[in-house]
């Protein structure tokens, strides 16, 4: 510098005005009490912020949970379910390029109003509870014992009534009228991605201006472990509230084992709603920049990592100026070759994050689980997988404090070196053999006669059974879409609960068990869990590094808007269409779908589970290689030029600061000087004695 003077000394000692109430201290408006300000620390803001996404995540994972639930009760197939989860990131690629650089100035303003709308959008989809229909048992008149009937059709058993028109019920179509509420679980999905946003883009850059590099990796790491153990605890208490009837109220005659059973699905995302709605007013009470951002700031000065002046530039812009620094903004965003690549991969490894919407689904169908068993199991390993490796990764990076650069080539490693793992999945029970649909009733009952299976034929052709409900029954080693696909007249309970099915017309031995045939294979469970939850480790791993290579991949004042730039792209090219793209899969290898009484198709019951589960896999898998492949072009195509500040911009904003410093000393000496020059002369002008010249 000019001078010698240590320009950056003179600019940190004034990064801002701490004098200045609205900037530094919490509270709203002119309403900043003092009492607040032993809140006012990074360790308590991180640790609301972290139970704020907890809460968030879990509202929209417990999507995920009751899927199928939905799907049965509101009449809808796997590509509409599809539909819900991607309407959530059309509205989010929107918003986040909308506001990213709105954002940079008052980022906890920004993430309390988003929560806020997340609130509205949960409670939009909970609401069709209290106008959806729901199954009720069949009532048949003139029946002689109309107590025995009404269990008797509970349980879905063939008997003379279900081949008469009497015999049809209107409750059975009570999925059809239901499917008109859709659009407003389409419509709350919409809300909630604009809702979703804003914490989303601004949670870790303000985060990265209250935490050094050290800090920000175990930091980053505990918001990333609350917030993603929102998923697999959602999966708990999902499976929790499904046990539960709908109205809290069964009607007589309904158990959980009864056809007509329907969980209170709407509770797992009620509940969450409120949590998130009492906090969302206590995170906009942080400050723009806490008091502890001042050491960060000088930490990043002294790295070269930024400068005070635009540190300001970004914080005092006002509403004009953010608008009018978008479109220069995004063409130095978009001139980073190494952001680029990062994005690419980014999109390629949220295309598979679709796939994890249909877990439970995929789960329940291999291992031959209930809601229950799903939740539980997939609740634990997750929060396993997700807190070893954010904690690990974390702590790595408390650790080793390397260049980002490093942490890009760790990560492109940790991303491929997890993919094989995924194949995991590939291990699961045998496959059921169907009754109607893999193998013909004529050639059950008598070896000599091979037909084409349908589910419909001669044993059970006076029964009128339909696919608007499914509920297995094993025969031995087959199993049967339902007691009335068996053609089971009679029911057999022992203390008021089902006990079996007899004087069944398609089975061999004449009688049925609830469920499906053959016990889940504990083993193959076990291991195929233990590999996958393993991969999860690896992956998440490197997520904390990955939150920061963001931060430092730009300049300090681009960070917002790249984080934006990022969610919108990543959001609109891989997460929006994945869930279209898994939910065609599945649908593709569906074998029986429900079909209700008017001939309107639903939703999927039974799938050709190999061919499903090797597509599926697969498509995971080759996602997943082609993500590490940019991942390592943004390793060697990163420039350590594009994450300083602008040299041009920087040295002009410096020497113009510095000159004005300058100009103040030399109009400081010309003063003292004018004023000891007023001193030295005496009134009629000579110079004084005293003074040496």
Partial sequence: MPDGTDYKKLDTHDSWDDTDRKITQMGYLGWRPRFLECLNKPAIFTTVFAISNFFMVMSYGILSMILPTLESVFNLNSKQTGVILMANDISGTVAALVIANYCSARKTRWIGMGMFIVVIATIIPASTTLFAEYPQPRNHTGATNPTLTLEKESYGVCNETNGSENGVDESEGYAVRNHKYYWMFVFGALLQGFGAAPPGIAGATYMDEIFTQKQFGIAISLLYVVSFIGYPVSMLTGAVF????????????????????????????????????????????????????????????????????????????????????????????????????????????????????????????????????????????????????????????????????????????????????????????????????????????????????????ECNADCACTTAFYQPVCDGNLTY??????????????????????NCSCTISGEASLGQCGEPCRVKMFISLVITTVGVVISFSGYAAHAYIYNRIVREVDRTFTQGIRSSVVRALGTLPSPLIFGWVIDKFCTVWRVSDDGVTGNCWLYDIDRLLLWFTLLQVAMRVVSSGFYLLCWQTWDSEDEKPDSKIASAAEKLEYKKIKDTIENDKHQKKDALNEDALNEDGTICDNVKI
């Fill in 481 to 502: 879409f339902s007691p009335c696909h068996a053609g089971c007249m009679d029911v057999e309970l022992y203390d008021e609960k089902l006990s079996s099915y007899g």
């Fill in 242 to 457: 499904l046990q539960y009837y709908v109205t809290l109220d069964p009607p007589e005659g309904v158990t959980f084992q009864s056809k007509e059973w329907v969980g209170a699905w709407w509770m797992g995302m009620f509940f969450p709603a409120i949590a998130v709605f009492i906090l969302s007013f206590f995170v906009m009470l942080y400050p723009r920049q806490m008091p502890a951002a001042k050491k960060v700031l000088k930490d990043k000065i002294r790295r070269g990592i930024t400068t005070v002046l635009e540190k300001k530039e970004e914080l005092g812009r006002s509403l004009k100026e953010i608008t009018v620094d978008m479109i220069p903004a995004f063409k130095r965003v978009m001139k980073n070759k190494a952001l680029s690549c990062l994005i690419v991969g980014d999109i390629f490894l949220f295309l598979q994050v679709g796939a994890y919407s249909f877990y439970p689904k995929i789960y329940a169908l291999i291992f031959r689980l209930d809601s229950k068993q799903v939740g539980s199991i997939l609740g634990i390993t997750n929060i396993v997988g997700f807190g070893v490796g954010l904690i690990a990764g974390g702590l790595f990076m408390r650790w080793k404090e390397w260049h980002p650069k490093r942490l890009q080539l760790i990560y492109s490693i940790l991303t491929l070196a997890a993919t094989p793992f995924a194949l995991g999945m590939l291990l699961y029970c045998p496959a059921n053999t169907y009754a109607g649909v893999d193998i013909s009733y004529s050639e059950i009952l008598d070896s000599s006669q091979m037909r084409d299976p349908t589910l419909i034929g």
